[in-house]
C-alpha cells in the first residue's frame, strides 16, 4: 500500500469511528432521558396526590369563609328589616349596651 492508501484508509477509519461515536452519545441521551422519565414517572401519583390536598383544603377554606359571610349578611339583614325583634341573640362576646349615666347633683 502506498502512504497515500494508508492516509485514506485511516481517514475511513477516523470518520466510521466519529460516527459509532455521535451514535452511542445519542444513544446515552435517549437512555438518561428515559431514566429521568421513569423517575418523574414514579414521582407523579405523590405530586398529584399532594397537589389534590392542596386544593381540597383550599377549596373547604373558601366554603367555610362564603358560609360565615353568608351568615353575617343574613343577620345584617335580619337586624334592619326587623330591629326590634329580640328573637335574634346579640354576638356572643359583645358587651351589651351601656345604660345612660346620670349626673350627680351633689358633689
Known sequence: MSNQELVNAGMKTVDETDQAIERLSKWVKLLMSLIQFSSL???????SRRFGRQVATDKCIMLFLFLIVCG????IIVKIVNPN???????????PPA?????????
Open 85 to 95: 325583634n329580640k328573637s335574634i341573640r346579640d354576638i356572643p362576646g359583645s358587651a
Open 99 to 107: 345604660p345612660p349615666q346620670q349626673e350627680d347633683c351633689c358633689i
Open 72 to 75: 353575617v349578611i343574613a343577620i
Open 41 to 47: 414517572s414514579r414521582k407523579l401519583p405523590s405530586l
